[in-house]
C-alpha cells in the first residue's frame, strides 16, 4: 500500500463488491484477487476482505431493515449454526489459488445458472414460506455447512444460499436477501475473530475497503426492495454467468 491510487481503487472496488454481493453474490472472486494484486499474501488477502463483507452485510441489513424487510428470528438461527461451520472453515483456510480450483468452481457457477434458469418457476403470488419445523432444521443443518465454506474462502457462497432459501424455504428473492445478508454477517463476524488471532488482516486495506462495500451494500439493499425479483434474478443470473467466464479463461 505505497502508491497513493491504491486507496480510492480499493473504495471503488469496495463500492462494486457491495452492490454485487449484496443483490447477488460471488464478488469476493474480484476482491481476492485484486488484494493479491495490490501486494496482500493470499492468506492476508482472504483474512483482509473480512472486515468490508462484515461492514457490507451490516449496512445491507440495516437497509433492509430500513424497508421493513427482515426474517428475524429465523436468519439468526441459520447465522449461529453457520458461525460453528465458519470458526471451523477459517482455522483450516489455506491457499486455495490454482487452475484446477478455479475451474471445479467455474463448473459450479454454471451449474447455478441452470438450476435458475431450468428449475420449475413459483410464482410470487404462490409463495407460502417454510421457516419452521423440518424446514427449519434442514436451514440449520445447511448452513452449517455452508458456514465451513464461508469461513474457508466465501467466495460464491451468496449464489448456494439465494438458491437453497429460495427453493427450500420458499422465499421471495428480496427476503432471500435479507436473510442472507444478517446470516453471513453473524458467521463472518466469527470468521475474522479467527484471522486477527492469527495476525491475517491489514486493517489499513480492510478499513477503506470496508468504506466502499458498506455504501455498495446500502444502495443495493434498498434498490433490490424497490425493484423486486425481476430485477434481483436478471442480475444473479448475469453475474453467475459473467463469474464463471472469469473463472474459466482468466485464472
Known amino acids: 500500500m505505497e502508491e497513493l491510487w491504491h486507496y480510492p481503487l ?3 472496488v469496495g463500492f462494486t463488491v457491495g452492490f454485487i454481493n449484496t443483490v447477488a453474490g460471488g464478488a ?6 485484486t488484494l493479491i494484486f495490490l501486494g496482500l ?14 461492514a457490507q452485510t451490516a449496512m445491507a441489513s440495516a437497509g433492509f431493515r430500513s424497508k421493513g424487510v427482515s426474517t428475524f428470528p429465523f436468519n439468526i438461527y441459520l447465522g449461529i449454526s453457520a458461525m460453528v461451520g465458519a470458526v471451523i472453515g477459517a482455522n ?19 451449474a447455478v445458472v441452470l438450476l435458475i434458469v431450468f428449475r420449475p418457476r413459483i410464482k410470487v403470488t404462490d409463495l407460502e414460506e417454510r421457516l419452521t419445523g423440518k424446514y427449519m432444521w434442514a436451514g440449520i443443518i445447511a448452513f452449517f455447512f455452508i458456514g465451513i465454506y464461508g469461513g474457508f474462502i466465501n467466495a460464491g457462497i451468496g449464489f448456494v444460499i439465494i438458491l437453497f432459501l429460495h427453493y427450500v424455504n420458499r422465499m421471495n428473492l428480496v427476503r432471500v ?12 463476524l466469527a470468521a475474522l475473530v479467527v484471522f486477527i488471532w492469527n495476525d491475517k488482516v491489514n486493517w489499513t486495506v480492510g478499513i477503506l475497503l470496508a468504506l466502499g462495500q458498506g455504501v455498495g451494500a446500502w444502495i443495493a439493499s434498498r434498490v433490490s426492495v424497490t425493484r423486486g425479483d425481476g430485477f434481483i434474478k436478471t442480475f444473479l443470473i448475469v453475474m453467475v454467468v459473467a463469474m464463471a467466464i472469469k473463472l474459466w479463461f482468466f485464472t
Open 41 to 54: 499474501p493470499p492468506a492476508v488477502a482472504n483474512g483482509t476482505n473480512r472486515v468490508a463483507i462484515l
Open 177 to 188: 436477501n435479507a436473510t442472507k445478508v444478517a446470516a453471513v454477517f453473524v458467521y463472518t
Open 10 to 12: 480499493l473504495i471503488i
Open 28 to 33: 469476493s472472486l474480484i476482491t481476492l484477487p
Open 92 to 110: 483450516i483456510a489455506v491457499d486455495i489459488r490454482g487452475e484446477l480450483f478455479n475451474r471445479i468452481l467455474a463448473i459450479i457457477m454454471i
